[in-house]
């Protein structure tokens, strides 16, 4: 028997927030997504759990739905907002 009971977690650094896909909806402004547990990046200072992808960030947008489709955990890199929400920069689906 392990020490660790298995299960899902979200890694949590500056600037990046690793973890399962558990919710994406679209706004006017683009696509927001919220990672296990609510979790962000420790650098989003807005208070919100859901981080948004720009309407203009097609490709970002395309590999997202790809990988809450695929079912794929990924790592969302983002930078600072004063809008509430931290902008996504970069998505990285993990290759398991």
């Not at 947008?61 to 930078?79: A, E, G, H, N």
């Amino acid at each position: 028997m392990g020490l660790f009971a298995s299960g899902s977690f979200a890694a949590i650094g500056n600037g990046y927030v690793s973890g399962e896909i558990t919710n994406i909806t679209s706004v006017r402004a683009g696509l927001l997504v919220k990672i296990e547990n609510g979790e962000v990046a420790r650098t989003c200072q807005g208070g919100k759990s859901w981080m948004q992808v720009k309407q203009e960030d097609t490709a970002i947008t395309s590999m997202l739905i790809t990988s809450w489709t695929l079912k794929r955990k990924i790592t969302v890199y983002t930078d600072p907002t004063n809008t509430g929400y931290c902008q996504v920069n970069q998505i990285d689906p993990n290759e398991s």
